[in-house]
Antibody, heavy 119, light 107 residues
Framework: EVQLLESGGGLVQPGGSLRLSCAAS????????MSWVRQAPGKGLEWVSS????????DYADSVKGRFTISRDNSKNTVYLQMNSLRVEDTAVYHC????????????WGQGTRVTVSS | DIQMTQSPSSLSASVGDRVTITCRAS??????LHWYQHKPGKAPQLLIY???TLQRGVPSRFSGSGSGTDFTLTISSLQPEDFATYYC?????????FGGGTKVEIK
């Protein structure tokens, strides 16, 4: 059974940092792109970042480019999202997803971890 | 960026109704179009990929069609567990983009 379990969310002040983690199980992790997708309160889904299985291809939404960094550790079946210079508008539930990338399909998602940026 | 426009943004329907949701891409995306169901507090669930292929385990009352710029998700007979928000998403090019969502509510 495929499982994606996010952690690391919380309350942070504007300008602060947070690191999200997503532990994956039930599939050949290193073979698949992994992504982060967020949903702000009352809004729809927004793709944030993706990384290929090998880590060689990385993409970011313009809204987070230069502030967020995606990484993965294939030995631990875990993908990360380092979020720096956080803004109020980054407040959202952040979902980890398998395959939400170009030419991919998001066939498995986690339930998400909540990030609140507020003073 | 490719804009994905869903309509309607919300609808009210009864159990047993046939429901159709449309998604239009701002440029051609072939069949790189996927549909998801999302319930509050839950993980989004893939329903249809490649515009028309039913994801394993998804009930056959869900179907998808279209190619190029115009796509449709149809629920042939709405069930109580289908009340949720539905999103289309293109994976043709970066950035990957989602439609604004269609909230299906109980009439």
């Amino acid at each position: 059974e495929v499982q994606l379990l996010e952690s690391g969310g919380g309350l942070v002040q504007p300008g602060g940092s947070l690191r999200l983690s997503c532990a994956a199980s039930g599939f050949a992790f290193s073979n698949f792109a992994m992504s982060w997708v967020r949903q702000a309160p009352g809004k729809g889904l927004e793709w944030v970042s993706s990384m290929s299985g090998s880590g060689g291809i990385i993409d970011y939404a313009d809204s987070v480019k230069g502030r967020f960094t995606i990484s993965r550790d294939n030995s631990k079946n875990t993908v990360y999202l380092q979020m720096n210079s956080l803004r109020v508008e980054d407040t959202a539930v952040y979902h980890c997803a398998k395959g939400v990338a170009v030419a991919g399909t998001g066939d498995y998602w986690g339930q998400g971890t909540r990030v609140t940026v507020s003073s | 960026d490719i804009q994905m426009t869903q309509s309607p943004s919300s609808l009210s329907a009864s159990v047993g109704d046939r429901v159709t949701i449309t998604c239009r891409a701002s440029q051609g995306i072939g069949t790189y179009l996927h549909w998801y169901q999302h319930k509050p507090g839950k993980a989004p669930q893939l329903l249809i990929y490649g515009a028309s292929t039913l994801q394993r385990g998804v009930p056959s009352r869900f179907s998808g069609s279209g190619s190029g710029t115009d796509f449709t998700l149809t629920i042939s007979s709405l069930q109580p567990e289908d009340f949720a928000t539905y999103y289309c998403q293109q994976s043709y090019t970066n950035p990957v983009t989602f439609g604004g969502g269609t909230k299906v509510e109980i009439k």
